[in-house]
């Protein structure tokens, strides 16, 4: 009988050990690792002010062929490509000498997306190292089996010498990319004509901080509502052209107006009624409720039509006096027509599925008779 009863009780034993082991798993959310790397001088500037607002949950590394420029922004890491070809003296604001040098430098780009499941590539367009050296970037990390989202700037008062620069680049970046979100500057201006240049630089750097910063944190960090990893990967993977809008309210209505002032904005200048998907992340008081952040999504649902794909997140934040919305919307076809940018697909890397059939013999004549008979 005392054998019996001792059976029991490691019986019972194992069963709690399974449910404490089961809640633990339960707990935990799947670990997403994310890198933003910003490639050239203004991509840099960006990461630097990611870094240095506290987004720890992702690698920020700064890439750039200039070595003095490098060492005068603050990142996790900082990586100096193309040493053979610039010498560390910047690519000279040609295009051709930023791609040799990312060329170069393939294989240590390639080690920055190891295990990399979301990645994003910020750069602005107009100068050397940043218009050559970004698509490849991406290229590699998506060879890697990295998500990519390319976030671009386009150049403040674009010179006519530059615009074929920026559109070729533009192309190779929606080649190369999931999703390109782009930040049309010169829309800024036109937009807001009495802002001056400098004040202009800082809002666009101000947008794209907050956006990356608040996608990054609502897939890696505990939130109100997390972006779910597997929705949004979709989405950015059908994304194409993508345009970013921002939108703020402390009125008692405050959903429907952040959500108006989103659309209204000078940076979401493309028409989005057509638009394929979006990623929505609401940030807001300590007061925000979660019915609040079901109207937001309420509203951008209406207004884009019940087919397009939509994911979305949403954070407290206690130093917040109102509440943010922030609107990526995604599959803006009319970006093709007005950058002359191509429609195409990117490359699909899919490795393993060449292993899916067994292999077979290939019935190919390689004449090897004959080369024996030329060596006689």
């Not at 972006?227 to 989405?235: A, I, M, P, S, W």
């Not at 959903?255 to 989103?262: F, H, I, K, L």
């Not at 990117?346 to 004959?370: C, K, M, N, T």
Request: aromatic share 4%; net charge negative.
């Amino acid at each position: 009988m005392l054998v019996v009863k001792e059976r029991r009780r490691t019986k019972a034993a194992r069963l709690v050990q399974r449910k404490r082991t089961s809640r633990r798993l339960g707990s935990r959310r799947p670990t997403c690792r994310i890198a933003i790397l910003g490639v050239g001088g203004a991509g840099n500037r960006i990461v630097s002010r990611l870094a240095g607002n506290g987004a720890t949950k992702a690698e920020c590394v700064a890439v750039n062929t200039d070595l003095k420029d490098l060492n005068s922004v603050d990142a996790v890491r900082k990586v100096l490509i193309g040493e053979k070809v610039t010498r560390g003296l910047s690519a000279g604001g040609n295009p051709e000498t930023g791609r040799a040098a990312a060329q170069e430098s393939e294989a240590l780009i390639e080690s920055l997306f190891e295990n990399v499941d979301v990645g994003f590539v910020v750069v602005g367009l107009g100068g050397g190292t940043g218009t050559g050296a970004a698509p490849i970037v991406a290229e590699i990390a998506r060879r890697k089996g990295t998500v990519v989202v390319g976030v671009v700037a386009t150049p403040f008062r674009m010179e006519k010498y530059r615009t074929g620069f920026v559109t070729e680049a533009l192309s190779q970046m929606r080649m190369s990319c999931d999703t390109v979100v782009l930040v049309d500057n010169d829309a800024i201006l036109k937009a807001i004509p009495q802002l001056p240049l400098s004040e202009a630089q800082k809002l666009t750097d101000h947008v794209l901080t907050n956006t990356i910063k608040g996608i990054v944190e609502t897939l890696s960090e505990p939130s109100m509502v997390n972006l779910d990893l597997g929705g949004f990967k979709t989405v950015v993977r059908e994304g194409g052209m993508a345009v970013v809008g921002v939108g703020e309210s402390d009125a008692p209505n405050r959903a429907e107006e952040a959500v108006r002032n989103a659309w209204n904005g000078p940076l979401l200048d493309a028409d989005v009624v057509s638009a394929k998907g979006a990623l929505i992340h609401v940030s807001g008081d300590p007061n925000m409720t979660v019915q609040e952040v079901d109207r937001v999504k309420d509203f951008v649902t209406a207004r884009i039509g019940p087919d397009a794909r939509i994911v979305w997140g949403a954070q407290t934040n206690p130093s917040s006096e109102g509440l943010q919305v922030t609107l990526v919307m995604t599959g803006i076809d009319s970006f093709y027509k007005r950058y002359g940018v191509e429609n195409v697909m990117p490359e699909l890397f899919d490795i393993e599925s060449s292993y899916d059939e067994p292999e077979r013999a290939l019935a190919v004549d390689l004449g090897l008779d004959q080369i024996e008979d030329l060596e006689d």
